[in-house]
Structure formats: C-alpha cells, structure tokens
RNA sequence: CGGGACGUGGCCUAGCGGCUAAGGCGCCUGCUUUGGGAGCAGGAGAUCGGGAGUUCGAAUCUCCCCGUCCCGACCA
C-alpha cells in the first residue's frame, strides 16, 4: 500500500478488496473533503459541508422542539478547569492540545483546546443555576474540537471535527436518565430514518464510557468490513460534575441539592459512516431523505441543433414541475461531455434518481430513469412522473434501509463457546454477541487475544433475565453483549 | 508512538549517476462528437519534499530532517 491515490480512469479501488482505500479515495474523488496542510486535519469542501448542514438542520430542529437552546461557549479552557474532574482529565489527558504561548510570552496557566465543553460549562452553570426554578437547563452547541489521535482518518477521526454536544441539567436523576434517553433515540431515529443505516443501540460497559459519566449510551454502526464505528453518545453524568463544579440550587423545600446533568453529541464522523455504509464501487449512496438534488435531468444531445433546442425545452419543463413537486432536482445541460462520463461522475457523488431525456422520451412520453443505489432501470409515463419519482425514492430510501440491516446481522453472530469466539474472529471481523459476567478482567482478556472490545449493551436486552455464563470465566452471564473491533 | 511503503507539473506514473526531466489523465483554445468515462490539432503548467554530503556531473548514491498513506497500540 501506498499513499498515491491512484484511481484509474473508471474510478475507484474495489470496496471489497480494500476498503480503506476505497473510502480514501471516494472522499477524496467525491469532493466531500481534501486533505489539509495541517497532519490529521481535513478540509471540508461544499459538497461535504452540506450534507453536515443537513445533519444539523434535522438534529437541531428536534432539539429546538424539546426546549434545548443553542449558544456558544470558548474554544480556550483553562487547564485548571479541565483538570478538575479527575476522570475527565485522566480520559482525555492523552490528546489534548495545549496552548502554552500567546501575545508572545508563556502564559501562566496553560489553554486547552476544548476536546469536549464539560468543564467551561459547568464552571459557568454553577453562575446560572440557584433555584429549582432554573431547572432543567437545556443547551447546545454547534463547535468544532480537537482531540490529538495518534492516527487520524477523514471524517472518522481527525485531529479537528465538528460536532453538537447538548448539555442539560434537571433537579432529579430519573429527569436526567430520560433525557439521555430521549437524546440517544433522536440519534437512533436519525440514523435510521435519515441516514438509512439500521444501527445498534446500547449502554457502555464501564471501561468504555465516557470519562466522567455515570452511565453511556452508544449508537453504533455495523461498517461492511466488520468493525464498529461509534456514531453518536449521549451520557448520564448523574451528580459528578455538579459537585466538582459545585452546582447547586434550591428545591421547593428550600433544601440546598446538587443538580443532576446530562451531555450529548453527534459529530462529523456520522458522514464517514454513511459513506462507509452505503457507498459501492461506483461512488456515494445517499439516501434520498438527505440527499440534494435528489434528481438529476441528464438531457441528451442529439445531432440537430433544433433537436436539442427541443430536448433542452423539455428536459426543462420536466425539471419545472418535479421542483414544484418539492423535489430537489438538478438538470444537467452539460453537453461538452459525453454522456458516460456524465453519468459516471453523477454517480459517483450520488444523487439517489437519474432521469435521461432525449428524443425517445419526447416521442413516447415516457421518461427513463436508473436508481443509483441498485441501477434499476425502467421507464415512468410523462403523466405519472411526481407520484412515481415519489415513490422510487421512498423505496431507494427504504431499501439501502433494508440493506444496512442485512449486512448488520449477517456481520452479527451470537457465540456461546470461547473458543468458537475466537476462530471466527480470526478468519473474519465481526460483531459477537455473547455472555459476559460484566468483570473487567473478562472483557480485557477478550481484547488482549482477539482485539475486541465490548461495544453495547443493547437497550432491549438490558432487562433480559440473565441466562447463561460469561464466555471467559464462565460464572454466570449478566447480559449479552455486543464485542467488536473498533474502526 | 512502533512496523511497512513512499515523496518527480493539479493528479497518476516513467526515468534509478551523463544531452534541454518523458508520458498519460486533468486544465486552456479551436474544430468535432454525445442513449454508459469520444476524437483531432494546438497550448499553459516542474526550482524532481527540504537540507547537507559523495562526484567532473545527482531526480538518481549517502546521511539528517519534513511530510503522506497502509498495518498496529489509543479514541467521537
């Protein structure tokens, strides 16, 4: 392997042969990101920024809707804040970055760039917040932090990434426990439902979660290759941070308590799971819910002039009225290259329905059309044209649904034997699911010897009577859990 | 931070001690062409990642930096 991206005129390297390379060279070749001059940061270019406004505009609309307000707290923290809660710090002491200089001199007390606003924000919480009557608290914020990863990949990891992270804060930790709740069903409900990408839902074992929360939920995607990507958290930070930043207000019985909190986020690693997921050789998939222009009028050329003065009319009317259908639709009028190239590089970034005009479709009235996702072509009477491209479009975004849930549980088997465990994760990566007595030592034995760790709890098998043993020491199992190697 | 592969116009490569660094893609101009990545003609574009050294002579050999990608360890 090596680093020259080398795309052959048709394109791309098989995602099925390398899938690295593969996803390297579509972010790339796609335009949704570029490299940038700093290591392990990337440049987000239009075609990628829009689909995070687009993540952006379904997540903040619910959140608005739920009362959470947006603000905006400093990328600087005082290292003396961060270092506060002692978990936090020792969780992300490793890939902080730290300003130590400024205005040309050393600065007494160091900065860090925000990995996560925790600690800013709680400081000032404990200003906002002295009555019951201040409660709950519910904020967000749309930022960009930093955390130093050793290895960094676009969207997935980098050193900088843009995220929102809802914080709250309630009089009582049930009030808490359901926000987190109700935080980690809009991530599910947006994976699912926009994104197409059938997901696992579930708690962290207590090594996994996040430094300084009582308790973690996790969605995670099932990538094609087998591993795990963790595409969204949201916390139970229960009281812990509230005393260390002495939070507190008065209830209506005039009793002095800490408040309970919650913390949330969604970042642009959520792009590289779709483009990971539903992605071919071909290029992008993405799902029509998100996607814009949905539809591309690819108007062809013909030899007379006249003829395509009339193709051109038409292709445009067509484009008229599926916009006023409320469709996002693009023509394309680009007649300076051939049509191969022209589709290719439609379906290269991906709009979801392509239709094709030309002079048969004048003639018959008929408008043919080729999905993106499974190259299903077929013809749709002029007449019919909105309802049908409705519908194709719901199925599209229906059946790359149906598709992600197949390659999720085709990549999911359930073991009872550890030894089994171990010789299908040495042919293959992929999800286990398996008896765990929930002890550290279990779970790190798993590691060491197969790379996997534990990923989730699943929600609906957090009340599952226990039944059988752990895989490791075989006392008896406190749940089933996912294991899986982490992207 | 360990192991590996690398660094030559915007991109992909050739050149691996010796003449003015070669080709393809892309880009620009013109003509032509369009039902799955067209063709012809012309054109612009390179201090060969940086530095030091060996040599009559370095893209080419040596050393040191810097950077990139891949595989690990760590993480949203």
Known sequence: MTQKKSFGKRGLTKKSENISQWYNDLILRSKLADYSEVKGSMIIRPDGYALWEKVQSILDQWFKEDGVKNCYFPLLIPYYLFKKEKDHLKGFSPELAVVTHAGG??????????????????????????????????????????????????????????????????????????????????YQKFYEEYFAISVYAGIKSDQEKFAGAKTTYSIELV???GKALQAATSHNLSDNFAKV????FLDNQEKKRHPFQTSWGLSTRS??????????????????????????????SDKQEKQVKIIQAYAAKIHQNLEEQGFKVILDLDFRHSLGYRINEWELKCVPLRLEI?????????????????????????NKLASEVGKILDNIQKDIFIKSEKIKNDLTIEVEDYQEFKKIVKDRKVFIRAGWCENEKCENKIKEETKLTTRVLEMQRIKEKPKGKCIICHQPAKHKWLFAQSY
């Open 245 to 248: 930043f002495n939070i507190t």
């Open 223 to 225: 990538i094609p290759n």
């Open 358 to 382: 030309g002079q048969n479709e004048i003639k018959d009235k008929k408008i043919k059309f080729v999905r993106r996702d499974d190259f299903t072509k077929g013809f749709i009477a002029e």
């Open 271 to 300: 792009i590289g799971g779709l483009v990971l997921v539903h992605g071919d050789d071909s290029g992008l998939i993405i799902p029509p819910k998100i996607a814009d222009p949905q539809i591309v009028i690819i108007a062809l």
């Open 105 to 186: 001199e050393k600065l007494a007390e160091p900065y860090v760039l925000r990995p996560t606003s925790e600690t800013i924000m709680y400081k000032t919480f404990a200003n906002w917040i002295h009555s019951h009557r201040d409660l709950p608290l519910k904020i967000n914020q749309w930022c960009n932090v930093v955390r130093w990863e050793k290895r960094t990949y676009p969207f997935l990891r980098t050193t900088e990434f843009l995220w929102q992270e809802g914080h709250t804060v309630h009089q009582t930790e049930e009030e808490a426990v359901e926000m987190t709740l109700k935080a980690l069903d809009w």
